[in-house]
């Protein structure tokens, strides 16, 4: 009789425990022995003794903590299987950003699968989400409500290039996450024919590099940096959403401000956020995705760790699987 | 319905007057016919669709979706159009093709109500979040994007060489979907003229300083009180007649009493009042009073009786069937009083022309005349035709001297739009006297007024500065500041009112000076504003 993964994969107050594999997944304080899906803060933490990751997740973690980040790193590729004790350990890719991982588990005949973040739509820097069949299924739910549908993203951009024509007098100044959505953003002005500079913020440059160094070829971008508002008109700048009405953002002279984040399908959002230009563009799931995703990979059971979790059980639980909240802290809703 | 559907969209983040022109004038450039004059109509309030119950349309999007689901997503969303929007389920549209803006309106206008919640539900079946977003806003009544009547026209206006006022002036004779105005505007033919119950764009005047007047010589001018009321037009012919505001507004519905009495054909210019008959004179009575008559789109009885509206003419434009607007105002003026004597009428009197030999003798009634209801002097040229708009060299308006306080600066919030990483919008403060707890006599202060306006933007910049760093708590997006620094801020009146803790409301408060230099507590108590009440 196969051991079910809920006598050997357990919630712990440091995040996900394997106990017979003797490790933590995504742990949110040091522990000896984790295994990162991705380099997001809120996932890859400093000060682990042994980490096991992708190599892009580890160089995105040495490049935001430095070289010491573990004492011990230990690189995976996609798809090869190690052993960790009793448990055998593969990673698949989750299509969340550049390195991010599911963490894919076999022990005693069954088969646990946690997703970390992930996403469904096509992403030209990272490779795509795979479904893999399992027993239990480990899910995040940050838009596990049925109101967050994602448009598609060339809706997005269109819109950034429409506002670059209606105000050919303003730049266009566009608040992204750092790691994943930055790089993703300008991946996309790409793919819709944009090919001008692409002005950066100080704080997105480090890691844009690392995406141009991973083989991501983003085309050109520069600091935006002494730059003056006569030089900026038309083009287009990215900088973190912080930075969007604060008084850094006063050197662009009067930009049209853009924010992009699944959140902004939200109006209190998009203005709580002061954005002209609400760019719904999301490097997690829409709820249709989420409920797409547990029926491929049809796991009987579905564990869920951080979001709205009581909208997305209960829709679960409507199609005849079993599904409960995990309930760990240390995630935020960040996007 | 998609591109009006983005166009709402656009808007609602739009803070700035300027970028919503700019995406207005986009859409109604690349709109076709009739849809985008559908879409002018309704940025203007002019559509008359039957209103749909929020709950109906609650009740039919629960009918197809989980009832927890739903609610989970209203409490998280905490609008119900925008949860309905986006909760829509979208499996059908494929087989609805999203509606046109005028099908939409068209249909909608002529349908009873159960046959207009099975056109919404086709409809939103065809549209994606947005559309959805737009089809209900609409279906609701009220768009909300921060766009008035005017500002649409003025829009419209950049289309072409038409100017907005030539397009406010023809605009009642159309209809939505006001194809003919907009082809019009775009280059097009100029439609024939149908009735004259229209809006005819007011002459303005520009404000001048004392030591302007040298260059004038009095004989070429008429003086006479700028009273402190609106600015209305009043417009009767074949049997009908309109009030219109300053800016065109239609506000016939809330002047019944002035309206019963309109038994002439006319085009009309002057100040809309409160005024009271007492032993035969008539009494004008503060703006306060008018307020509360503007406020009510539909005046009780009580009301009308307790405070009664009053036009104090100063202009004729048309009387009977003579345009008289090419006229100089000397022949204007002749023309309105000898048809005011032939039969005087209650609810209107003729602003009288103040007589005087000099500017120095001018400039001393002035400065005596602090009464109710007068705000300054207006300067017109006799010679002047009735010219739409601002023209410069004709009318002038030469306020009274502007009241000044020093008062405190107490909370602050960001502004919009160019402004909106800058603290910019200020709550400021008076002493009034205040009793402790434990019986100790002391001073407080009491938010006095609001101010927006009046510093340069260097001094913006420093009052950002000394918020940031003297900021002691904060509310949502309010900073409350330590209480110490003192302005002079300048305003037109102060008034009672019961809605500050004041007890008192200031007019068009606005800076004068920043006094870094001052202590707060040698800022003005509140007692030398009440003094100041008119
Ligand atoms: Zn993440
Ligand atoms: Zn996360």
């Known amino acids: ?335 | 319905m998609q591109l009006f559907a983005d166009l709402l969209d656009a808007l609602s983040y739009q803070p700035a007057r300027n970028g919503k022109l700019r995406l207005m004038e986009d859409y109604l450039r690349h709109a076709p016919d009739p849809d985008r004059g559908y879409a002018l109509a309704a940025l203007c309030g002019e559509l008359d669709l039957p209103s749909l119950k929020p709950a109906a349309l609650r009740d039919m999007t629960i009918a197809q979706i989980d009832p927890e689901l739903f609610h989970w997503s209203y409490d998280y969303v905490g609008d119900l159009a925008e949860t309905i929007a986006l909760i829509w389920p979208t499996g059908n549209t494929t087989t609805h093709a999203p509606p046109r803006l005028s099908e939409v309106i068209e249909r909608l206008r002529l349908a009873g109500r159960a046959e207009a919640m099975t056109l919404m539900s086709d409809w939103l079946d065809g549209l994606d979040a947005t559309g959805r977003w737009a089809l209900l806003k609409l279906a609701a009544g009220a768009l909300r994007v921060g766009v008035s009547a005017r500002l649409a026209k003025t829009a419209l206006s950049a289309l072409g060489t038409v100017s907005l006022e030539e397009i406010e002036e023809t605009w009642p004779q159309h209809q939505p979907p006001y194809t003919e105005l907009i082809q019009w505007v775009a280059g097009g033919e100029k439609p024939a003229a149908r009735n004259t119950l229209g809006f005819r764009p007011l002459m303005l005047s520009h404000p001048i300083e004392e030591s302007d007047l040298a260059n004038f010589a009095p004989h070429d001018f008429c003086a006479e009180w700028k009273w402190d009321g609106i600015r209305v037009q009043v417009a009767a012919a074949a049997g009908q007649v309109r009030l219109y505001s300053r800016a065109g507004e239609d506000i016939s519905g809330a002047f019944p009493d002035l309206i019963e009495q309109v038994d002439f054909e006319a085009v009309l210019d002057g100040e809309l009042l409160v005024a009271r008959h007492r032993n035969g004179a008539v009494e004008v009575a503060s703006f306060n009073d008018l307020q509360q008559r503007l406020n009510r789109k539909k005046p009780t009885p009580a009301l009308l009786a307790s405070s009664p509206a009053h036009v104090r003419l100063y202009d004729a434009l048309i009387i009977g069937n003579d345009d008289l607007r090419a006229l100089p105002l000397r022949e204007r003026r002749q023309h309105l009083e000898a048809w005011y004597g032939e039969k005087p009428r209650p609810r209107f009197d003729l602003s009288p022309l103040i007589q005087f030999a000099d500017w120095s003798e001018l400039a001393r009634l002035r400065a005596d005349a602090r009464a109710a209801g007068i705000e300054g002097l207006m300067l017109k040229r006799w010679e002047s035709p009735y010219i739409a708009g601002r023209v410069k060299g004709h009318w002038f308006k030469w306020k009274r001297d502007a009241l000044t306080i020093d008062a405190v600066l107490m909370y602050a919030q960001r502004g919009h739009g160019k402004r909106s990483s800058f603290y910019s919008d200020f709550t400021f403060g008076c002493w009034r006297p205040f009793v402790d707890e434990n019986g100790n006599p002391g001073r407080e202060l009491v938010p006095v007024g609001k101010a927006y306006s009046g510093f340069t933007d260097e001094e913006l910049r420093k009052l950002d500065r000394w918020v940031r760093n003297n900021t002691v708590e904060r509310f949502g997006p309010v900073r409350v500041l330590s209480p110490g620094l003192v302005a002079e801020f300048e305003f037109d009146s102060v008034h009672e009112s019961t809605r500050h803790k004041s007890g008192i409301a200031l007019r068009f408060p606005r800076f004068h000076r920043i006094r870094w230099d001052k202590p707060a507590n040698e800022a003005d108590e509140v007692e030398t504003l009440r003094k100041l009440m008119t």
């Open chain 1, 1 to 335: 009789m196969p051991l079910h993964p809920q006598h050997w994969l357990r919630p712990m107050p440091g995040g996900l425990y394997c106990e017979p594999g003797g490790f933590f997944i995504d742990p949110s304080r040091p522990v000896d022995r984790a295994i990162v899906t991705h380099g997001h803060g809120d996932h890859a933490r400093a000060g682990h003794g042994r980490v096991a990751a992708t190599t892009e997740t580890l160089a995105i973690m040495a490049a935001r903590y430095g070289e010491g980040f573990a004492r011990e790193t230990q690189a995976l590729a996609y798809g090869e299987r190690i052993s960790l004790g009793d448990v055998t350990l593969m990673l698949e890719p989750a299509g969340h950003i550049l390195g991010s991982a599911q963490v894919v588990l076999e022990h005693d005949g069954c088969r646990a699968v946690i997703s970390g973040d992930y996403k469904r739509r096509y992403d030209p820097t990272c490779p795509p989400f795979t479904p893999v069949k399992c027993d239990v299924f480990v899910t995040e739910a940050t838009f596990g409500l049925p109101v967050f549908r994602h448009p598609p993203d060339k809706n997005e951009i269109a819109k950034v290039l429409h506002a670059r024509e209606l105000f050919p007098d303003r730049s266009v100044l566009i608040g992204v996450y750092a790691l994943g959505k930055c790089q993703r953003v300008i991946a996309l002005l790409r793919r819709a024919g944009y090919d001008r500079p692409i002005y950066l913020h100080g704080a997105l440059q480090a890691l844009t590099q690392l995406y141009e160094s991973r083989g991501v070829a983003l085309g050109p971008t520069a600091s935006v940096a002494g730059m003056v508002p006569a030089q900026l008109k038309s083009e287009i700048v990215l900088c973190p959403p912080s930075a969007i009405g604060e008084v850094w953002s006063r050197r662009m002279g009067d930009p049209v401000p853009a924010v992009a984040s699944g959140w902004m399908r939200i109006r209190a959002r998009a203005r709580q956020a002061r954005a002209e230009l609400p760019l719904i563009i999301s490097d997690h799931c829409d709820w249709d995705e989420l409920l797409q995703t547990v029926r491929d990979v049809d796991a009987p059971e579905v564990w869920v760790t951080h979001g709205r979790e009581e909208a997305l059980i209960h829709a679960i639980q409507q199609t005849g699987r079993k599904a409960r909240a995990l309930s760990l802290i240390g995630y935020e809703d960040e996007e």
